[in-house]
């Protein structure tokens, strides 16, 4: 009886919604668009009884770092990267009719330009099995219901457009029915518009139900895929470049130490430094450091972080515990925020206990909201949502600005009156309270439990 051997891991963060992959022959593994985490790789490669002799980088990512450098450096194993991006790190440069072995299998390269300028698909044959294609791994350019945005180059979205239609209709779609799919991203990532929760996929159920690939019409597609996409964070302008040159290895980071509350007070005193705030919105409202940013780090913190937080600033870190460290830095890592002094020692009551200034944020239920609005109170209620959550539904006389936007829009908010934060929660609420804090503004108050609570009281 022959055994036919050909093994496929997925790795997903949530989060930043990142799938990257163990591809596995017979003895040999490949991994596929990794996470800056090797440790994860490198513990599945043993499981399994493999050595990594590869890692395949489809694109340079925008929107998190990629670990390709951190595990080339633990294992040896070359790095293949698309010609046309002209990395600047040791790597193997592949292009349209590359191919790389992997035991009785063979890696096929397709150039599928698109989502970005210089991206490459790998498409995998099991060899043992026949000469029919068995696996896609697309990166960006295809996803589970969606396909990649080709809007994250300033001026270039129409040409981008064009190339990710031919990409997907001239090659991808020519792939058999069968062929599996393992896309780079899913629900919730920014780099399309409306991923799938399903993680992988075949060219035959999209074909038939991915809806962007029912369009035909080349410059319908084109027009579909350059207007209404959403907001695109900060960090997505300088992760490509970043995975381009090769981002600094995490062995060469100093670790996360903690930091007194009075060599903490020095630093921020000092230098051009910053204190990220990672507890939740009702433990910062209650007392933070002053002009702290709030990021829940049980949230979308990855994105968030790199969304407003300066990749060059030196920042100390407000825990709910210390312990919390192994989570939160991995997690900034991800976006490229290296710079992590260390974590204030005994966190906000630590602080406290030194002597140094709090500052706080009131915090209030939906009930007090509606009994000011039924009162008339002189206020503005600042809807923190992005623009289709406020289409769909919002407070008649509310303003809306997306939060990461009040970085340089707070100007049109006036400082004498009381300004009401809500989002669908009261976390992103409470980033935008952080923002507007920075920036001078005093009278913040954030609603607790946002829409959501509003709608589940019985308002409308």
Known sequence: MIIYIMIIRQFFIPGIAHSSYLLGGVSSCMIIDPARDPDIYLHAAEEEGFQIIGILETHLHADFISGHCDLHEITGAPIYAPKSAACEFPHIPVHEGSTIPLDDCSISVIETPGHTPEHVSYVVTHLSRGDEPVALFPGDTLFVGDVGRPDLFPGRAHELAAALYDSLHKKILKLPDHCEVYPAHGAGSFCGRSLSAKRSTTIGYERRFNEVLQIQDKETFIDKLTKNMPPSPDHFSRCSDMNRRGPTLLSHLPPAKPISPRTGKEILQEEAAGVLD??????????????????????????????????????????????????????????????????????VAGWALAGNALDH????????????????KDLIILDVRTGGEYAGYHIPGSVNIHWPDLRHRYSELPHNKEIIVMCATGARSSIACSILKRNGFSQIINVAGGYSGWIAAGYS
């Open 278 to 347: 990672t507890r939740r919105y009702d433990a910062f409202g209650s007392s933070h450091i002053p002009a702290s940013w709030n990021i829940d780090h049980e949230i979308n913190f990855s994105t968030f972080a790199g969304w407003v937080i300066p990749p060059d600033m030196k920042i100390l870190l407000a825990l709910h515990h210390p312990h919390e460290i192994t989570k939160v830095l991995p997690m900034l890592h991800r976006v490229g925020i290296d710079q992590i002094i260390g974590y204030i020692d005994g966190g």
């Open 361 to 376: 944020v009131r915090t209030i239920s939906v009930h007090e909201l509606k009994s000011w609005i039924n009162a008339e």
